[in-house]
């Protein structure tokens, strides 16, 4: 598409912005794979249409206030990009996007607060601990709240699970195979702490070495889809320095933090540390993908056969492009039958902290994934962001469910335990 | 708010756009060189809703444009500036399907590619397949009579519709064909179907479901030029094969649609040619040794078969991305829609060739061979000065190229607003004033898709007298 964008004048991404806008042919494919034009059927809510708007900002046409609406209920699943024929990298438009208004947008005063407060609690386990707990005694003023609060407070678990801090080290079991570097995640240790103890059960078994550095912090993901931009940078300069050393791999075992790993290069466009940014990238992998690659030690067989259901993760599936190696290491289980959900591209609302900043769209999403999850029998979910499981449990009790919902790798780590 | 806008708030109160954030992302189709800002879109939910919206717009004399996805290529769905867009995506859902008598009934926001998955479950499906089938909507399909790769064997979405509810201009509700296929009359379908919107706006279509093909087989065939994969073409044909489909690719489509989809075409091909015979699995089977035989003589020097129906998905997945993809070799490119009689082919795609020679402008060459409809897509950068016009210069002489072969403007994306200056290439003068008195009896005010069609656009008063009548030729009571 043709535009009168000056990237000079636009800042340190504008070339990256003016580029997504001239890939874009406008040709309305990407509609039918965009959640909130499913929901909403305008033409503002699709990526054709947000593009449409960026750059009508952009090129100083149409205020900003005109498109923030719009540009704020894009989920950044990203379910546009795989969509896309003509390869719009709409991940890095949008994030630009976001960084670049920010810093220009009037919010009310209580909006202002409660993102912040989100920023300033989420990516710090201790933190977030402690709002979590206030929130469950928070609860039963729920009705008297405003609505911003009340969604978060509807989304934490009735019970968190006792802390666990993570060793710096876990070693190989046999034959070390593998050094690799351990990402823990911010929002998932307190939530579903599980999740980490489990990649390191899997990863030590199948003979890698995990080292889990210190220093490292969130990787930033949240401030920087959601404008943050100098946030981000802080945190995500502290992990260039925590995971500096020489390892095989860098992994994660969240969609969510690995895609925002590989978007340093991004954020660091026109920084010092670019070409650092960009080395580290290039080791990040996600958990299913490095075991792939590492070949699976023997999984026993389950004492029955299981209907498993898989859920692509945006930031997996259409972030990272990884879809094939969750479900390979699932057919690796002995009595695994794998089910494709329904419409399974479709994010499912959890998106970050969207759930917490669009509860409505976010829900409709979520009831519609949790239906179409029950549609296919299985008898277990299994999905590799933190995320999506919260988002999906909280939809599925909804429906009055009780369905598990479980990580890849904990059900790897099960079957490896003889637990199925 | 004008009183007349409020007015039209008070019809949809929960459905109309009006502000320009909302109103921007209406002010294009898939052909971006156009581009006008509508006073406002309309959300209707029903044909009642429609024939409020239309009745609203006759009685303030305002122009108005059905839009459905907005993916046509020829600006067919572009507002008019000042207008108002009536977007039927709310109207999108499947009313009846009937597996005895073989229909489904939609709404005119229905998706194209929708149908055939609701059909799936009875064995049937929905044939006409334009690349655009995912996105598309049943009501934009009909307006411009799409086509698609398997038009070769089943005809155009004429063929498959059955009938339409159907608001007119005038706001009165009509309904034209019926639900067999034997109708009585005059064929008024016939003559809505693919009038681009001019003629009123469906609200609810019945269309026509076949029986799901037991077989298909499907063959890719590589060439080192484009006239041997065009001569092959015909070869097919004499013959006595009738397959789904025949469609070609050239080595800039080829590399397009590897880096969009990775379909695992042959890279260094000049030319590809993909055969699809489809239908009872003994007929295909015998067919498919024919087919071989063809090829084989035709000169290709890479034959491949896929041997499961996800390659077959992935060689269709390819051919299908293929016009967005190009927008990775190209700022801007026009895609371009010619057809010349099947024997021409060779000829016309040998001058389109010297043609990008000549004006210095890369082409891509992606079409249904079967049919002999072309889909030049002319390269250019848009912000060099001067380069769109020579790309739509040339763009021009590839239409006049396709009439002069004995073929026409238009294989299946419509006239619109793109072409409606080459109408006259086609049409005589005589030709075009009964079309257009056709108009003006059903839309005196020219208010239904203003500007688009025939040349020039803008409405002439009504009731002039024909241009014959003028000349003394003809005497009217």
Known sequence: MQHRIDPEKVGPQGEVMAHAIEACVHCGFCLPACPTYQVLGEEMDSPRGRIFLMKEVLEGSLSLEEAQPYIDKCLGCLGCVTACPSGVPYGELITSFRAYSEPKRRRPLFQKAFRMGLQETLPYPARFRAAARLGRLARPLKPLLPSFLRAPLELLPAELPPPEPLPERVAAEGERRARVAFLAGCAQQVLQPGFNRAALRVLARNGVEVVIPKGQVCCGALALHTGERERALRLARQNLRAFSGDYDAILTNAAGCGSGLKEYPLLFRGEAEEEEARALAQRVKDIAVFLVELGLREVPPLKEPLRVAYHDACHLAHAQGVRAEPRALLRSIPGVELVEIPEGELCCGSAGTYNLEQPQIAATLGERKARNILATGAQVVVTGNIGCHTQIQNHLRKLGQNLPVLHTVELLDKAYAGQL | ?477
């Open chain 2, 1 to 477: 708010m004008t009183p007349a806008l409020r007015e039209l708030e008070i019809l949809f109160p929960k459905g109309l756009l009006h502000r320009p954030g909302e109103l921007a992302p209406y002010e294009s189709d898939a052909l971006t060189a156009f581009r006008a800002r509508p006073l406002a879109v309309v959300l209707p939910e029903s044909h009642e809703e429609v024939v409020a919206a239309v009745r609203w717009c006759q009685k303030h004399r305002i122009p108005y444009v059905a839009r459905g996805s907005g993916t046509s290529l020829s600006g067919g769905s572009l507002p008019v500036e000042g207008g108002i867009v009536i977007a039927l995506n709310r109207m999108n859902r499947l009313l009846r399907l009937d597996p005895k008598e073989r229909t489904a009934v939609v709404q005119p926001g229905f998706i194209n590619l929708q149908v055939s998955l609701a059909a799936a479950p009875y064995g049937l499906y929905y044939a006409p397949d334009p690349s655009s089938q995912p996105v598309s909507t049943i009501g934009g399909n009909l307006a411009f009579n799409s086509g698609g790769a398997h038009c070769l064997k089943y005809g155009m979405t004429s063929n498959h519709v059955l009938g339409a509810k159907v608001v007119l201009p005038d706001g009165e509700t009509a309904s034209l064909g019926s639900e067999s296929l034997e109708g009585v009359g005059p064929d008024w379908l016939g003559l809505f179907v693919g009038s681009e919107g001019l003629l009123g706006i469906a609200t609810e279509v019945t269309l026509r479901l076949l029986p799901k093909p037991e077989a298909y087989h499907t063959v890719l065939a590589a060439y080192d030029t484009l006239e041997k994969a065009g001569e092959a073409v015909a070869a097919v044909v004499a013959s006595g094969i009738l397959p789904g489909a025949m469609e070609i690719m050239d080595s800039l489509a080829i590399e397009a649609a590897e880096a969009a989809v990775g379909a695992g075409y042959p890279r260094e091909a000049r030319a590809l040619l993909i055969v699809e015979l489809e239908g009872e699995a003994p007929e295909v089977e015998a067919e498919a040794h024919h087919l071989e035989q063809v090829i084989r003589s035709s000169g290709a020097y890479e034959v491949r078969v896929a041997q499961s129906e996800a390659e077959r998905m992935k060689i269709w997945k390819g051919r299908k991305a293929a016009f967005s993809a190009v927008g990775r070799l190209s700022p801007d490119y026009i895609v371009q829609d010619g057809v010349v009689p099947r024997s021409k082919l060779g000829q016309a795609l040998a001058e389109i060739e010297r043609l990008s020679e000549r004006y210095g402008l890369r082409v891509a060459n992606v079409f249904h061979a079967g049919d002999g409809n072309l889909h030049p897509l002319i390269l250019y950068n848009g912000r060099v000065p001067g380069e769109l016009e020579r790309a739509e210069e040339l763009a021009g002489e590839i239409l006049r190229l396709c009439v002069a072969l004995g073929g026409s403007i238009t294989g299946e994306h419509g006239v619109g607003m793109e072409k409606r200056a080459y109408m006259p290439e086609m049409f005589s003068p005589t030709d075009l004033e009964a079309m257009r008195r056709i108009r003006q009896a059903l839309d005196p005010l020219e208010l239904s898709n203003r500007g688009k069609m025939f040349p020039g656009g803008e409405p002439r008063p009504p009731s002039g007298p024909h241009p014959l009548e003028r000349a003394g030729v003809i005497v009217r009571e």
